[in-house]
């Protein structure tokens, strides 16, 4: 039963054609400020990515790029005086904001050296039975109802260094109170756009299958099939590690790796579980890669004949965020990086197809479920639901993971292509 849990969250790529798109409607709402920037570490002026920014006291905000950037949209019926900054291993930062549109600024965050009191430490040297209470504690720690989120996806394909797909899309997120199974948690695509290569030398697409079922599938506190729970956990080897701090609050750090062999394959990683509640509140885990084989089993649906696959490397980051004593789901990465080659030549071609999700709101009373039929399929592909990129105001006051730059110049030179 576990091996077949596996191949439902992680059997998603798929290699193949890209077919037709469906065109959905915009919408744009001018009553709104927002704040752009930039982040950095105070010290070595290092662009810092996956930088969480909200509003504090509610449910709004988005994260930080690769490049340390962000743009916040604010409403004004909201009234904000501030925004917040946090970060793992970094001080949390309140900016003013004064209801007017901050453009191009630099913030800074200071690192958190603190480190957890020696007895305190002493008092979980079994970094197993910390994971294990902590697994206990879930009902506790996360929403006890269920929810309705607003959340931005981004998934893009790359065949080198140049980028063959771009696809973006809101998303509604609903999902039953964390004491039940994600069996019931369903997604569905609000608006989108994608962009797809012309040339003809991309003759191999890359599809992503249930792409925005990321926001499900890998919250491996509400889905623990993606990692482990009480009765796996005994599959891998517990390490406690140097603790660290996320929104000042301290953190234990406890890696993971393997101590089993199975028919699937396992997972190396770390969890970052808060010093008071013993909230998960991040894991950073990857697929291990000692039997190919086997990644390659979990991952890859169809490829065309005489196609070699080698996969390099399958890694997630999953963050919570805590909002009034509970966590809460806020930011999923999925990165798979692989080659492939045809049968009698000399050279392989790398792709890395990479997918996040930002959670940019949420309601957690009088949510009604997505209906099934609504929802959006294992089976389907993003690139396939949505329309073709058109304007820059697509997203009107909805907020998004901002473009990195490289992933901006991509969009320009993927449009000139369509144009041509």
């Not at 006890?144 to 998934?155: A, H, I, Q, V």
């Not at 756009?193 to 792409?211: I, Q, Y």
Request: net charge positive; charged share 25%; glycine share 4%.
């Amino acid at each position: 039963m576990k091996a077949q849990l596996k191949q439902t969250v992680f059997s998603f790529l798929l290699l193949g054609l890209f077919i037709a798109w469906m065109p959905l409607q915009a919408e744009n709402d001018s009553h709104y400020f927002s704040v752009n920037g930039v982040v950095k570490d105070k010290s070595n002026n290092k662009k810092l990515e996956f930088v969480t920014v909200s509003i504090p006291g509610t449910n709004i905000g988005t994260v930080t790029n690769d490049d340390g950037e962000f743009t916040l949209k604010i409403k004004d019926s909201l009234k904000v005086n501030q925004i917040e900054l946090s970060r793992v291993g970094y001080y949390s930062q309140k900016i003013s904001v004064n209801g007017n549109n901050i453009d191009n600024q630099t913030f800074y965050l200071n690192a958190n050296p603190k480190v957890l009191n020696e007895i305190v430490v002493k008092s979980w040297n079994d970094p197993a039975a910390l994971v294990l209470e902590a697994i206990k504690r879930i009902e506790k720690n996360y929403s006890n109802n269920p929810s309705l989120l607003t959340g931005f996806y981004r998934e893009t394909a790359k065949k080198g260094r140049n980028y063959i797909n771009i696809s973006e899309a809101i998303i509604n997120i609903y999902k039953t109170e964390y004491s039940k199974d994600a069996y019931s948690d369903r997604v569905n695509i609000y608006k989108g756009r994608k962009l797809l290569s012309e040339k003809a030398s991309d003759t191999l697409a890359v599809k992503l299958l249930g792409g925005p079922n990321l926001s499900i599938n890998a919250d491996f506190v509400k889905n623990p099939e993606v990692l482990f729970d009480q009765e796996t956990m005994y599959d891998y080897k517990f390490k406690m590690e140097m603790p660290t701090a996320i929104n000042d609050r301290p953190q234990f750090v406890v890696s993971f790796e393997p101590q089993v062999i199975l028919p699937y394959p396992l997972f190396n990683g770390k969890l970052y579980i808060d010093q008071e509640t013993l909230a998960f509140t991040s894991a950073e885990f990857s697929l291990d890669m000692k039997d190919r084989n086997k990644v390659t089993e979990v991952i890859l649906k169809q490829k065309p004949r005489g196609l070699r696959f080698k996969p390099e490397e399958v890694s997630f980051l999953v963050n919570y965020q805590l909002r009034n004593g509970k966590a809460h789901l806020n930011y999923i990465r999925n990165e798979i990086r692989f080659k492939c080659d045809w049968k009698r030549r000399l050279f392989a071609t790398n792709y890395t197809v990479m997918s996040e999700m930002v959670v940019t709101e949420s309601k957690g009373q009088n949510v009604a479920a997505i209906p099934r039929k609504e929802s959006f399929n294992a089976n389907e592909s993003l690139s396939d639901k949505v329309m073709s990129f058109y304007d820059e105001n697509f997203w009107g006051s909805y907020n998004i993971i901002e473009p990195t730059e490289s992933l901006d110049s991509a969009v320009k030179k993927l449009k000139k292509q369509r144009e041509n």
